[in-house]
């Protein structure tokens, strides 16, 4: 049987909708116009510094129409039982999407409220999480971010994100930007990954999805045994923010299953850029379309894998999907950036 998963029902400029099977399994369709991708690839390389400064005017522009509600009562629906949606969520993807349009009518474009819009024959998708941390968002709990990012396949390379920071009374935003072969910035500033290398020295962070599922139970499991071994396990929330984090040290290592591309593309750039090694959790090759991901700073991830590796194919074993998903139809997430 399927079924529609609303949170991609949104309003996007061309129609997409993402269906889920049975097996968990999802495919997005959208009616973009078909367009050769040989002439397409011509028509849309772009340097990467004019993708970073891009992303980050695009990230800019969501959040200011964050700051402007930040002080507001918010307008929330639910998508899920505890997955709930803002009007500013909706209205910071549309201020997202009006620059990236702006600059790349031809790039493909896939945001959390909207789904899939643009020409996916592009070798460009930008993945946009309008509000990260939503949940956050509404409580005003400090935890919250714009993320803009853009992949070549299923590798990050370039991305901004603009963290909220302080509170009510004390609001702060820091911005933080990176592309391929650029080193991370925070707010101009070079920032760099920790250089911990023990996990009884770590501070770590993970997160839980809204899908209350095996892989939901397993990192339960992971959340305790590393609580156990290690200073501290934090859950903010937060994907984005969580990356970031990884990125200026203030976290060693973190590790989440079943993750969005928009969760994870800006977020990724900017932890690799800052020094840190990004896989799936049982050792693969990182892609945005993976269902799992962890992102360490590099001294500490084969003792990471020692953990999250046995617990992921323990999961695969029993069944559980895990493989790519999302990827939106027409788009070629093998290529080689
Ligand atoms: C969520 C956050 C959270 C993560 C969830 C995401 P949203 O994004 O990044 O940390 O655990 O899996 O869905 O819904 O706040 O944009
Ligand atoms: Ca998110
Ligand atoms: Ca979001």
Redesign the pocket.
């Known amino acids: 049987m399927l079924c529609y998963q609303r949170s991609l029902l949104g309003r996007g400029v061309l129609k997409s909708r993402i269906r889920v099977g049975a097996s968990g399994r999802a495919t997005l369709r959208c009616n973009a116009a078909p367009v050769s991708k040989e002439a397409t690839a011509r028509a849309d390389h772009v340097a990467l510094s004019e993708l970073l400064d891009v992303a980050v005017l695009a990230a800019e522009k969501g959040a200011a129409v964050v700051r402007e509600s930040l002080d507001r009562p918010r307008s929330i629906s639910f998508k899920g039982t505890t997955?709930l949606v803002t009007e500013t969520d909706k209205a910071s993807e549309e201020a997202v999407l009006a620059v990236l349009r702006r600059h790349f009518p031809r790039h493909a474009l896939l945001g959390?409220e909207g789904g899939v819009s643009g020409d996916t024959n592009s070798t460009y998708l930008w993945c946009v999480?309008p509000?990260?941390?939503?949940?956050n968002f509404a409580h005003s709990y400090p935890a919250f971010a714009v993320s803009v990012g853009v992949v070549r396949g299923g590798t990050p390379v370039a991305g901004c994100v603009v963290e909220f920071t302080g509170g009510p009374h004390a609001w702060a935003t820091r911005t933080f930007a990176a592309h391929k072969g650029r080193p991370t910035t925070c707010n101009g500033k070079p920032v760099r990954v920790s250089e911990v290398s023990e996990v009884r020295r770590s501070l770590m962070v993970t997160?839980?999805?809204?899908e209350h599922d095996e892989a939901w139970s397993a990192n339960m499991e992971l959340f305790r045994e590393y609580t156990d071994v290690c200073q501290g396990v934090r859950r903010?929330?937060?994907?984005?923010v969580?990356l970031c984090h990884l990125s200026m040290g203030l976290v060693d290592a973190y590790w989440?299953y079943?993750?969005?591309p928009w969760?994870m593309a800006a977020g990724v750039i900017i932890a690799q850029e800052a020094g840190a090694t990004v896989t799936t959790m049982d050792g693969r090759p990182f892609s945005v379309f993976e269902r799992s991901m962890l992102a360490t700073n590099s001294r500490l991830h084969q003792q990471m894998l020692e953990g999250t590796g046995p617990k992921t194919r323990d999961l695969l074993e029993r069944g559980v999907d895990l493989s790519p998903w999302l990827v939106p139809p027409g788009y070629d997430s093998t290529q080689q950036p």
Do not use: P, S
């Open positions: 997955d959390e999480d509000l990260d941390g939503t949940t997160g839980f999805g809204y903010l929330g937060a994907a984005a969580d989440e079943r993750l969005k969760d």
